[in-house]
Each structure stands twice: as structure tokens, then as C-alpha cells.
């Protein structure tokens, strides 16, 4: 079963906008005003993530509630690295991983690449510190896979560890003094 949707808060909706239309390719489809318990207001955003369900962002504007200054990165304000919590998205192949790939870069945005065998990821950071990610899974898992992932879930004390990720590090095109974005 697919989810529905993935809310999460923002302090800079305008970036957070520009990011997930322009960057990541979705359509705001929706967008509801509601009054928080405090006496303010909020916006729920909600973004078309193309066949993955939806994402959507609120924007509050509640001081009796809601600081000012809080942490949206949903890793980093748990005191996490910004890898352990992230969103990632199907690219539904290498096709259009490459794509997606292509318009990161075009965006003027570097990223990293990871071929971790079974399927292979690109990595940005959305405008709150998320991790995002898309995702292409380059081969079907077997049963000797399922075998596997119960083994390493049962076992006891440290399991066998997997060598660190070869990363490619992509950097966007500089682009000529005077040149158009």
C-alpha cells in the first residue's frame, strides 16, 4: 500500500515552493488556510509527486504555539546526521534517474550519486535541511534477499558490515558572467 501523503513543517515557504516545483519536477495541487489553536494560521500545501503519493508542507504563523526559530530538518533538529531521516522517491528506473539527475543539476544544485547494488540513489538537501533522494531499484530482490535481511535482523551483537558506498559528488555547470540561468 502506497501512502497518501507526508506532511512536514517549514520556516521558508517561498524556497520550499521554488524547491519542490522547480527542482524536484512536482505540481502544488492544493493548497488549504486553516486557524491554529493559537489564534493564528496555517497553509497545507500539498504537492503531486507524479504516481508516489503527495507531500505537503505547512507554513504557520502561530507565535503561541509555534517558535520562530524551530528546527524543520527532520534529522538535524533530532540531533541526527541529515542522512538518517530523508524522503526518497522512486525513480522508477535508470532512465529516470538520469532525469531526475539532469534537472538537479540544470536547478544549479550538486549532489551525490551511490550505486549500492541493488539500486542506485542521487542525494540533495531540500531548503529545511531534508534529505531527499531519488531512487531506481536496479534489480528484483530474491528470495536469497528476504533469506538474508532475516538473517541480519535476527542475529545478536554486530552484524557483518557492508564496505562504505563509493560516492560520486556531481557539480553543476558554472555558468559564463552575463550568462542566462
Not at 13 to 34: N, S
Not at 43 to 63: E, K, M
Request: glycine share 8%; aromatic share 10%; charged share 25%.
Amino acid at each position: 500500500m502506497s501512502f497518501h501523503h507526508i506532511a512536514l513543517a517549514t520556516r521558508d515557504i517561498e524556497a520550499t515552493h521554488a524547491f519542490y516545483t522547480d527542482v524536484m519536477g512536482f505540481d502544488l495541487v492544493k493548497v488549504d488556510a486553516v486557524p491554529t489553536d493559537g489564534g493564528g494560521w496555517a497553509r497545507h500545501l500539498f504537492y503531486d509527486t507524479h504516481g508516489q503519493g503527495l507531500i505537503a508542507f505547512w507554513d504557520i504563523h502561530d507565535d503561541a504555539h509555534v517558535p520562530a526559530d524551530f528546527e524543520p530538518s527532520i534529522s538535524r533538529g533530532l540531533g541526527l546526521p541529515a542522512w538518517t531521516n530523508h524522503l526518497a522517491f522512486d525513480a522508477v528506473d535508470l532512465d529516470g534517474l538520469a532525469e531526475h539527475k539532469r534537472r538537479w543539476l540544470a536547478a544549479g544544485h550538486g549532489l551525490a550519486e551511490i550505486d549500492h547494488g541493488w539500486c542506485t540513489s542521487i542525494y540533495i538537501e531540500d531548503p529545511n535541511g531534508i534529505m531527499v533522494e531519488f531512487c531506481a531499484t536496479t534489480r528484483p530482490f530474491t528470495i536469497a534477499d528476504r533469506d538474508e535481511a532475516v538473517r541480519k535482523l535476527d542475529a545478536t551483537g554486530r552484524p557483518d558490515l557492508l564496505p562504505p558506498p563509493d560516492v560520486t559528488i556531481h557539480e553543476p555547470a558554472k555558468r559564463e558572467a552575463g550568462a542566462p540561468a
